[in-house]
DNA sequence: CCTACATGCAATGTG
DNA sequence: ACATTGCATGTAGGG
C-alpha cells in the first residue's frame, strides 16, 4: 500500500521532483516550518489570484446556468426536465453548455473551498496510480475525498496565463534570484542567453568568467535589474551581508558546477524558479541570513542535481520502457514501449494541441510517471475528432442536438496562480502533498513521478520564456522577447497547418491517426511538430492558436462564451481554454456498483476517445479534476451484436472517492494543452423536499433514475462537492 | 427493425 | 466462496 508516508519518501526520491521544490530536500522536509510559512506566505500572496482563479462565483460570474444536460450520454434515456438553479457551477457548465433548458446548475462551492481547492491544486502533483497500485490508490483521506470529490474543476491548476504569471512580480527564477539577491554579481552569468549556451559546457563558461576578475561574482543585489521582482525591503539583512555572504554562496555554487558540470546543464539552473518570498522565507528558515541563504542554494542544487539525474535514469531506463506518448517531445515518450500495442498505444495529439508544456518544458523529459507504468496508457488529445470539430456540433449526447458539448471548452478550468509553477509554490505545497493521493509506486519510475512538465514550468508563457533567460537589463529581456515570438510564431504556423490538415483528414480517426503529422511516430521526438502555445502575453496570437486548437463552444454558448471570456479579462486573464468536453455519461446502477466499471456512450466514445482495435482496449490516464489524482483505468469494449459497447474499467475506487452513485454523472475533458484525460464526478441529489415526479417518470424506467441528470441546486450538498440537486424518480 | 446500453449471469480467477 | 471478467440478453427509443 502506498500510503501517506510514501509521498514523503517519493519525494525524496525525487518523484515529483519537478512538480515539488522540496524534492529530495530531506532538510526541507526536517524544516517543515518553512514550508508552512512559505505556504502561508504563497497564500497571503496568491490569495488573490488564487481567488481570482478559482472563486466560482467570480469564474463564473458571467456564466449563465447550466444549460440542460441533455448531452448526458445515458443513451438511452432523455433527461428529464429539471429545475433550473442558479448557481454557478464550474466546470459543469461547461459540460453541460450546451442544452437549451437550463435545468440544472452545478452547486459553487464557497471561497473557502476554492482557496483550499487552490491550496491542493497548489500542490499540483500527479498522482499517478499505475495499474499495479490503482487498487491501493483509495482515497482514505476523509478530507481530501469531500475535498476532492466533486470540487468543480475550475479551479484547476491550469497553466496560468503567462503574462499573468509574468506579471507575478515575484516569481522569478531561483538562480536569477540568487544572483539578484546576490549570489553572484554578474547578471549575465544568470541570462542564459547570454551566458549559457546549450551547447557549451557549463562549466567551461563558468570557468571563463570567473577568470575574469571584473566578472567574478560579487553578488550585488541588484535593485535596478531586480527591483520589479524584490518585494520592498526584501534585502536590508542581505545588505548587510553582501560582503561575505556572496562569496560563500559563489563558492558553494561553484563547487558545486565542478562537481556537477558533467550532468547539469545550463537548462536545468535556469528553469529553477522560486518566489523570491520563498527563498526568502526558506533561507531564514534554514537559520536566516548568509547561512540560511547558503543553505537553501545547497537545497536547490541538490535538487537540480537530484532531478537531472532523474531525467537521465529515466532516459536510461526508457531505452527499455518506450512510452507510446508523442506528446512529449522527448524520444523517451515518443517510443512505443509496448510491440504488441496497437495504434490506438499511440496517441495523437489532438488537432495538434501539442503541449506546449511539454514541449516547452525542459523538465518533460520524463514522462508522467501514470505513463510509464503501463505502455498502453493513453493520453487524450488525439481523440479522434471526426470531422471538423465545430461539425462535431451534430454529435449529441443521448441523441439530443444541443450543440456540442464536447466542443466546449472549459475555460480557464484549472487556472493557476502565477506561483503555481514555480518552485515557490511546491515549496508551500510540499507539506500538503503528504495529504494527497500516493505517489506512483512503481519502482520502475520510482523518482520521477511528477514529471509534468507544467507542474513545473507554465510552459506556455511566453514571459516565462523571457524569465528564464531572464536577464539582468531588460534591454537583453526585449531581446529575447522578440526572439521568442519569432519562434512562437513559426510555431504556430506549423501548428495551424497541422490543424488544417488533421481536420482535413478528419473522415477516418484511424487514417488520421495514422497519417496525421502530428501524431509523431514514436520514437521520433520533433519539437518542431508539436504545438507551443503561448497564451503569453505577447499575445494575442497565443491565444488565437489557442482558439484555433480548441474546439468553439456550441452556438447555443457563445454568447457565455464571450461573456466569460470578458469576465477573464477583467479577471486579467486571457481565454484559455484548457480543457476540451469529451463526453458525459449518467451513472446507472451498474455502473456504479461492484463491477468497477461504466459503460460509455458509444457514439461519444468512438468519436472522442482513442480507437481501440483490440478488445483489451487501452490503459488512459484520467485526472480526477477535483483531486488531481490521477486514475489508470482502462478504457476498451465488448462486440456486442455487432456492435461494440465501450467501457471504462477501474472505475470503482473513482467512484468511491468521489461518493458517485447512480444518477450521478461523470464528464471527461481531455486537458487541450496538456494532453491528458480529465474526469470529474458530478453528483446529483434530491432536493430535501418533495421531489417532483419527472415527465418521464413512468415512462421509462431508464429515465426515471438515471438519465436524468436534472438537478436543482439546494445548496446544501458536500462542501467539496460538485453537486447538482436532482429531482428525479428513483425506481 | 435496429441500435445502444443496462444488466443478468456464466465462466473464470483468486484466496 | 467470493470476486472478477466477459458475453448475452432484454428493453427503450429511434427510424
Same mark, same amino acid.
Given at each position: ?25 530531506? $532538510? ?151 544572483? !539578484? ?41 541588484? +535593485? ?52 523570491? %518570498?520563498?527563498?526568502?522565507? $526558506? ?118 442536438? !444541443? ?7 472549459? +475555460? ?36 520521477? @513521478? ?121 479577471? @486579467? ?15 446507472? +446502477? ?23 482495435? $483490440? ?19 482502462? !478504457? ?40 491528458? !484525460? ?27 433514475? $438515471? ?17 447538482? %440537486? ?6
Amino acid at each position: 500500500m502506498k500510503g501517506p508516508e510514501l509521498h514523503g519518501e517519493d519525494r525524496h526520491l525525487g518523484v515529483e521532483n519537478e512538480g515539488n521544490p522540496a524534492i529530495g530536500f530531506d $532538510a526541507m522536509e526536517e524544516e517543515q516550518g518553512v514550508l508552512d510559512e512559505d505556504k502561508e506566505i504563497w497564500l497571503e500572496r496568491g490569495q488573490e489570484d488564487l481567488l481570482r482563479v478559482s472563486d466560482v462565483s467570480i469564474f463564473y460570474e458571467d456564466f449563465p446556468p447550466l444549460p440542460d444536460f441533455p448531452c448526458m450520454s445515458s443513451s438511452s434515456s432523455t433527461p428529464a426536465p429539471v429545475k433550473a438553479i442558479t448557481s454557478s457551477s464550474s466546470s459543469s457548465c461547461s459540460s453541460s453548455a450546451s442544452s437549451a433548458a437550463s435545468w440544472a446548475v452545478l452547486k459553487s462551492e464557497g471561497a473557502e473551498e476554492d482557496v483550499e481547492k487552490n491550496r491542493q491544486h497548489g500542490n499540483h502533483y500527479y498522482h499517478h496510480n499505475n495499474i499495479d497500485d490503482y487498487n491501493s490508490q483509495a482515497m482514505e483521506d476523509p478530507v481530501e475525498v469531500t475535498t476532492a470529490a466533486l470540487s468543480s474543476t475550475c479551479s484547476m491548476e491550469v497553466p496560468q496565463p503567462l503574462d499573468q504569471a509574468m506579471e507575478g512580480v515575484e516569481c522569478m527564477d531561483v538562480m536569477e534570484d540568487f544572483g !539578484y539577491i546576490d549570489l553572484l554579481e554578474s547578471n549575465d552569468f544568470f541570462d542564459p542567453s547570454s551566458i549559457f549556451h546549450p551547447d557549451e559546457g557549463l562549466f567551461e563558461e563558468f570557468q571563463m568568467e570567473q577568470n575574469k576578475p571584473q566578472d567574478q561574482p560579487q553578488l550585488q543585489y541588484d +535593485q535596478q535589474a531586480g527591483n520589479e521582482e524584490i518585494t520592498e525591503g526584501k534585502n536590508d539583512q542581505e545588505a548587510d551581508h553582501q560582503g561575505g555572504r556572496s562569496e560563500d554562496l559563489a563558492m558553494v555554487f561553484l563547487d558545486w558546477l565542478k562537481s556537477n558540470k558533467e550532468t547539469v546543464s545550463a537548462d536545468d539552473l535556469r528553469r529553477v524558479k522560486l518566489k523570491k %518570498t520563498t527563498i526568502e522565507c $526558506a533561507a531564514r528558515r534554514l537559520g536566516g541570513g548568509k547561512e540560511g541563504m547558503k543553505q537553501l542554494l545547497k537545497l536547490i542544487l541538490q535538487w537540480v542535481q537530484t532531478n537531472h539525474l532523474q531525467r537521465r535514469r529515466l532516459r536510461e531506463s526508457s531505452s527499455n520502457v518506450n512510452l507510446p506518448y508523442p506528446y512529449n517531445q522527448d524520444p523517451l515518450q515518443n517510443q512505443n514501449p509496448n510491440p504488441n500495442s496497437n495504434i490506438n498505444c499511440i496517441p495523437i495529439p489532438a488537432n495538434n494541441h501539442s503541449n506546449p508544456c511539454f514541449t516547452q518544458s525542459p523538465w518533460n523529459v520524463a514522462p508522467p510517471p501514470y505513463l510509464a507504468a503501463d505502455p498502453a496508457t493513453v493520453m487524450p488529445g488525439f481523440s479522434p475528432m471526426v470531422g471538423d470539430p465545430f461539425s462535431n456540433g451534430a454529435s449529441n449526447i443521448n441523441g439530443h442536438p !444541443y450543440g456540442t458539448p464536447q466542443d466546449y471548452i472549459l +475555460q480557464s478550468y484549472q487556472t493557476w496562480p502565477p506561483s503555481q509553477f514555480d518552485m515557490a509554490s511546491h515549496f508551500n505545497s510540499f507539506a500538503d502533498n503528504n495529504l494527497h493521493s500516493a505517489q506512483p509506486q512503481n519502482p520502475a519510475f520510482t523518482g520521477y @513521478g511528477n514529471q509534468y512538465p507544467y507542474q513545473y514550468v507554465p510552459a506556455n508563457d511566453d514571459n516565462r520564456l523571457a524569465r528564464l533567460g531572464s536577464s539582468a537589463t531588460k534591454e537583453a529581456r526585449k531581446n529575447r522577447m522578440a526572439r521568442q515570438r519569432r519562434f512562437l510564431s513559426h510555431h504556430r504556423n506549423q501548428n495551424h497547418h497541422n490543424i488544417q490538415h488533421q481536420n482535413q483528414g478528419a473522415g477516418d480517426p484511424h487514417e488520421r491517426l495514422a497519417n496525421d503529422p502530428i501524431g509523431a511516430p514514436p520514437g521520433q521526438s520533433n519539437p518542431g511538430s508539436w504545438v507551443y502555445l503561448p497564451t503569453a502575453a505577447g499575445g494575442g496570437s497565443a491565444s488565437t492558436t489557442v482558439d484555433a486548437l480548441v474546439d468553439r463552444p456550441p452556438m447555443q454558448t457563445q454568447n457565455n462564451y464571450h461573456r466569460q471570456a470578458a469576465a477573464e479579462r477583467r479577471q @486579467g486573464w486571457k481565454p484559455e481554454k484548457n480543457l476540451r468536453f469529451l463526453l458525459q455519461k449518467v451513472l446507472k +446502477q451498474s455502473d456504479v456498483g461492484s463491477l468497477g466499471r461504466i459503460v460509455l456512450p458509444k457514439k461519444e466514445a468512438e468519436t472522442h476517445l482513442p480507437e481501440l482495435e $483490440a478488445r483489451d482496449g487501452i490503459s488512459i490516464a484520467m485526472e480526477d479534476i477535483g483531486t488531481s489524482r490521477v486514475w489508470n483505468m482502462r !478504457y476498451r469494449f465488448w462486440p456486442n451484436n455487432k456492435s461494440r459497447m465501450y467501457l471504462l474499467e477501474n472505475t470503482g475506487d473513482f467512484v468511491r472517492t468521489n461518493g458517485l452513485q447512480e444518477g450521478d454523472f461523470i464528464v471527461i475533458y481531455s486537458d487541450v494543452k496538456c494532453g491528458k !484525460y480529465m474526469i470529474r464526478g458530478v453528483k446529483v441529489r434530491q432536493p430535501a423536499g418533495p421531489k417532483p415526479e419527472s415527465k418521464k417518470a413512468g415512462k421509462s424506467r431508464r429515465n426515471s433514475h $438515471a438519465n436524468c441528470p436534472a438537478a436543482a441546486n439546494n445548496g446544501s450538498g458536500s462542501s467539496s462537492t460538485t453537486m447538482i %440537486t436532482q429531482t428525479r424518480t428513483v425506481k
